[in-house]
């Protein structure tokens, strides 16, 4: 039996990022071409607001079938190449959700996605409020740079509120603290307690997945003070943050945890 698949690329993706060690972490701006021959297939894609781009990751080595999330942290163990969300694998075809900005004709403009100049397009497909689930289990990856696992909040927290700001750099700043004390954030058995704004709520919810109930792991009082206090707790283990001052982006990015959250244990 022939069991060769043939495709052909419907276009072609446009961005200033010719190699795969340059790309950030939650990906960059782009343009995705399609070719004139498939643009009807285009025909009311821009009532999505997200889209998974479906694409031919032409550099990778594709005899690796187990590797290290080394960008990530190199001290980590091996994992699969099916348990990661590596470059090189046998079949080199990525899915990246991303956020679409906006279409020209044939063309285009998305953010988040993770390619570099030149990588082949296989396929499109509109993002669905079906794909989306809340509180996946995941592997825990943790970054080993902390500036990255700041990043990597600042990502899930903005991806759930769909904001930036005060309270929001808040989240992510307890939440860097937090995760050093109990681990990972995203587990059971870490409860939340936020005495704040629905911003602060909105945010600490977005980066721990934790839900109002089953498991009832989200506790909260609105609050509108100006010392917003988060209560993380995991067993017996109990961590109290309280925010001193409303953070701007510099202050978010700058000053250290002392100058901005008083830490209670
Ligand atoms: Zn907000």
Not at 20 to 39: N, R, S, T, V, W
Not at 208 to 219: D, E, F
């Amino acid at each position: 039996m022939d069991s060769t698949i043939v495709l052909q690329p419907v276009g072609i993706i446009h961005t200033g990022i010719e190699h795969p060690k340059d790309m950030p972490l939650g990906g960059d701006l782009a343009q995705i071409e399609i070719f004139p021959e498939y643009e009807p297939a285009l025909t009311r894609i821009e009532e999505n607001s997200h889209i998974w781009v479906l694409m031919w990751f032409h550099l990778a080595d594709r005899n690796i079938l187990t590797t290290r999330p080394v960008k990530v942290n190199p001290d980590l163990p091996e994992f699969g190449v099916f348990a990661l969300r590596a470059f090189s694998r046998p079949n080199p075809i990525a899915i990246t959700m991303v956020r679409l900005e906006k279409r020209e004709e044939n063309r285009l403009w998305v953010s988040g996605l993770d390619a570099v100049n030149g990588t082949p397009v296989l396929d499109i497909k509109p993002y669905y409020e079906a794909d989306r689930v809340f509180s996946p289990r995941t592997s825990y990856i943790r970054p080993r740079q902390r500036q990255m696992r700041m990043d990597q909040f600042y990502r899930h927290a903005l991806n759930h509120h769909q904001e930036t700001c005060a309270d929001l750099y808040l989240a992510v700043r307890m939440a860097v603290i937090a995760d050093e004390v109990l681990g990972q954030l995203t587990q059971d058995d870490v409860v939340v307690n936020v005495q704040g704004s629905r911003c602060l709520a909105d945010a600490v919810q977005g980066i721990t997945n934790a839900r109002l109930a089953n498991p009832a792991r989200l506790h909260f009082t609105e609050n509108n003070t100006d010392r917003p206090v988060v209560r993380w707790s995991k067993g017996e283990q109990i961590l109290t943050l309280t925010g001193i001052r409303p953070l701007n982006q510099q202050d978010f990015w700058n000053l250290d945890d002392q100058e901005i959250i008083e830490v209670r244990r």
